[in-house]
């Protein structure tokens, strides 16, 4: 069977007749079986996607199928799907199976998507590698000795290697974006609030956002279009209309800024620049207006970002005590030590340095010092991204400092890997809507992506624009 790009190919071959959704998806199975040490998926539904791919092909026979048909998609293993076991890569979590479905699936199956497993990431959305994961580290399909980034590492991996046509992550601070980098993909944040966060596993609630992982623009602009929109389980999200990208009025020049201390910074990888700088050199052969800029906070985001990120998982996370559900110590002897030695035992080194990180944060005598300043800080950040919005339509920059590093690479300072979101967290600290796109490749053979930035709730001009970039 061809190794499909884009729905709408499988959607003509569908119609033309000569593929169904059962064949589909058994060819997607066989994949997946053969890619077994890429360690991406941690469930397969294959029961389940057989039954539904059934069903779909009848509803395509009498023209009744969503919009979504023969779309094959894995989730990330935090966002819940009812009767099926989530862990988000945690040991706390051990049999646990959830109640209920998240949003985002509930809006996916009714559009007639077929859920073909569950997905590899960082336990807890907490990492820049996968290789903070219960299940053991992602590989990365382009070179399997390095990683597929994080924390959607699965995510990315699956869908690189043609796995699953898409798949859905999670942001925080780059954990969709910068795993696209790594693996060739496209990766989405949308703007916060805008796809409902009810039935994703909290990690920090004011910046947590879902989005999508594919191998064309043209796919994840019409998978944002299904999932975003207002929700009745999260009262978070905008009731501004969900325009497509198909309907956005982009003018033909358009206004383009990048941080001139990000690209002329040390620590970037000199390829990196050299092929940012071709891409800006590109965007102005286009007819666009490409200007550096100053931004006095780029060094303070990422200490802003773990301040305020470790707080809240510190919060979120009290509630896994090893009373309610999932893992308890067997150690455990009374309610004290049934507390302790459980999230102990259960959670893993990064997991237990970000709640200890965000309970120093949140301390008496600690609060103003750390948790307030990031808070103001942050203010501080979003202020001046706004006055940037009301001269430039978008902020370019490289999704990643480098390439892929190497799964076994040993870091001596765990803050080190911290820095890999030094492009990404501006985003998140915002609430803009963010996308990787793969427009380059680094002399190593290594992609790389490129990143552009909008301003709140311009979603459907940043994805127009992405398609203009690259022809699927």
């Known amino acids: 069977m061809k190794d499909y790009h884009k729905l709408s190919d499988i959607q003509a071959d569908l119609n033309a007749g000569s593929i169904n959704c059962v064949s589909l998806v058994e060819d997607y199975l066989k994949r997946i079986d053969e890619n077994q040490d890429l360690n ?46 989530v862990s988000a890569a945690s040991k706390i979590l051990d049999g646990f199976q959830s109640l209920f479905s998240a949003t985002v699936v509930e809006r996916l199956l009714e559009e007639d998507a077929i859920i073909i497993g569950r997905l590899n990431c960082d336990e807890f959305a907490m990492g820049s590698s996968n290789r903070f994961s219960k299940y053991g580290a992602v590989k990365n399909p382009l070179d399997k000795d390095r990683v597929a980034g994080g924390s959607s590492g699965g995510s990315a991996a699956a869908v690189s290697a043609g796995l699953c046509l898409a798949s859905l992550g999670s942001d925080t601070g780059g954990s969709i974006r910068q795993p696209a980098s790594f693996t060739g993909i496209y990766g989405f944040k949308p703007t916060y609030g805008r796809i409902s966060r009810h039935g994703l596993i909290a990690f920090a609630s004011s910046f947590d956002q879902i989005g999508p992982f594919a191998r064309s623009a043209e796919d994840i602009s019409t998978l944002y279009e299904v999932m975003a929109g207002p929700d009745n389980f999260d009262n978070t999200l905008s009731k501004q209309e969900v325009k497509k990208a198909s309907e956005a009025e982009l003018p033909k020049k358009l206004r383009i800024a990048y941080f001139k201390d990000a690209l002329e910074s040390e620590k970037l990888d000199p390829k990196v620049r050299e092929e940012s700088e071709r891409i800006i050199k590109e965007l102005e052969e286009q007819g666009h207006e490409v200007k550096g800029i100053d931004f006095p906070f780029l060094d303070t985001m990422v200490p802003v970002y773990y301040i305020l990120t470790t707080a809240e998982a510190s919060s979120n996370l009290a509630r896994y005590d090893g ?7 067997e150690n455990a002897h009374d309610l004290e030590s049934t507390y302790k030695l459980s999230r102990t035992e259960g959670f893993g080194p990064e997991v237990k340095r970000r709640i200890l990180l965000g309970t120093f944060v949140l301390s008496s005598g600690y609060y103003d010092a750390y948790y307030g300043k990031a808070q103001k800080a942050r203010r501080l950040v979003q202020d001046k991204t706004n006055e940037i919005f009301e001269d430039f339509d978008l902020i370019f920059s490289p999704t990643t400092p480098h390439t892929a590093f190497r799964i076994d690479q040993v870091e001596s300072d765990p803050t080190q890997m911290y820095l890999e979101d030094i492009f990404t967290v501006h985003a998140n600290i915002t609430g803009c809507p963010s996308i990787s796109l793969p427009l380059a490749k680094h002399e190593n053979g290594l992609p790389l992506g490129m990143q552009f930035t909008a301003q709140r709730f311009k979603e459907a001009e940043l994805l127009a624009f992405a398609q203009t970039l690259v022809h699927n």
């Not at 791919?53 to 023209?63: F, R, W, Y």
């Open 40 to 85: 991406a998926f941690v469930d397969v539904y294959a029961h389940d996607a057989r039954a539904r791919a059934t069903v779909i092909d009848a509803k395509i026979k009498h023209g009744t199928a969503g919009k979504l048909a023969g779309m094959v998609i894995g989730i990330k293993d935090n966002i819940v799907y009812k009767d099926h076991p």
């Open 323 to 329: 009373i309610h559900f999932g893992y308890r110590s």
